[in-house]
């Protein structure tokens, strides 16, 4: 009886000291401790049958993109972020170019990945997207679906993400009633 004993527990010994060697599926979080982000939907566009699948921006549209650099003008940005749209890049260049910065294009289909986090930490960021994933990146950061969708006749709106020891607040700030006529 003493050596069954003894035999189960140099057997458990033994498999507690094994090393797990099998490959990790999971991917290591990257924390981002402090960060602020400002979101942006891209400014008015042209529509109707003409405007294509890449439409351009409405004169009102490039008025609003020089009010957000005016608007932000007191704001140091390490960086500005666009989608691959001419809507959403003619946005965002009035803001780089503001801050003397090169435009970065983001898949908007892979919203506050690794990358982005480990690109974007401890920086102060301009994100520039749609009505649909502009909402959706900050319900990214913040971990919850706080935001909707925007409705598709506003362009005014500004969310402002800070990150700081960790915990991610948002604010959104109304900026629909401008008038840019």
């Known amino acids: 009886m003493r050596s069954s004993t003894t035999l189960l527990i140099l057997f458990l010994a033994a498999l ?18 402090e960060a602020t982000y400002y979101l942006i939907r891209h400014a008015d566009k042209e529509r109707g049958p003409d ?24 704001i140091d940005f390490d960086a500005v972020y666009s989608t691959d749209f001419v809507r959403t890049r003619k946005t965002a260049i009035p803001v780089a170019e503001a801050n003397d910065l090169a435009l970065t294009i983001y898949d908007a289909q892979n919203l506050y990945d690794d990358k982005f986090k480990q690109e974007t930490a401890g920086k102060t960021v301009l994100i520039v997207g749609h009505s649909n994933t502009t909402p959706a990146f900050v319900n990214s950061i913040l971990g919850e679906d706080q935001y909707g969708e925007i409705d598709d006749s506003l ?19 109304d900026y629909n009633d401008w008038s840019f006529d």
């Open 51 to 74: 405007a294509g699948t890449d439409p351009d921006l409405t004169a009102k549209g490039l008025a609003r993109a020089e009010f957000w650099a005016q608007t932000l003008k007191d």
């Open 155 to 173: 362009f005014g709106n500004l969310y402002i993400v800070k990150i700081k020891n960790g915990a991610a607040q948002a604010e959104l700030q």
């Open 16 to 33: 507690l000291s094994c090393k797990d060697t099998s490959p990790k599926t999971a991917k290591a979080e990257i924390p981002v401790t």
